[in-house]
């Protein structure tokens, strides 16, 4: 019985200590991301063909979308990689 109730004391202790220690630890942190911006200027025409052919570029060499903008007479895309 004595022996039982050491083995459940060091248990406990041990479950305490184990988790004070990864309290304490912290999970590492992300690397920074790159990041570009395509942008092409359109003009009256709208002809947005070859801004189009370089974000299927972009998207083939392994970047992703991330958000973007238009405004007269711009267009922007940004990637993430």
């Known amino acids: ?3 039982l109730i050491q083995q459940f004391s060091v248990a406990i202790i041990s479950l305490v200590v184990f988790t004070l220690i990864m309290s304490y630890t912290r ?3 992300e690397e920074p991301k790159q990041y570009i911006v395509v942008h092409a200027s359109i003009g009256p025409d709208r002809n947005t ?8 570029q972009k998207l083939a060499e392994g970047w992703h979308l991330q958000g973007g903008f238009t405004g007269q007479p711009y267009f922007g895309q940004a990637m993430v990689k």
């Open 1 to 3: 019985m004595k022996n």
């Open 27 to 29: 999970p590492a942190a």
């Open 49 to 56: 063909e070859k801004f189009e052919a370089e974000i299927n």
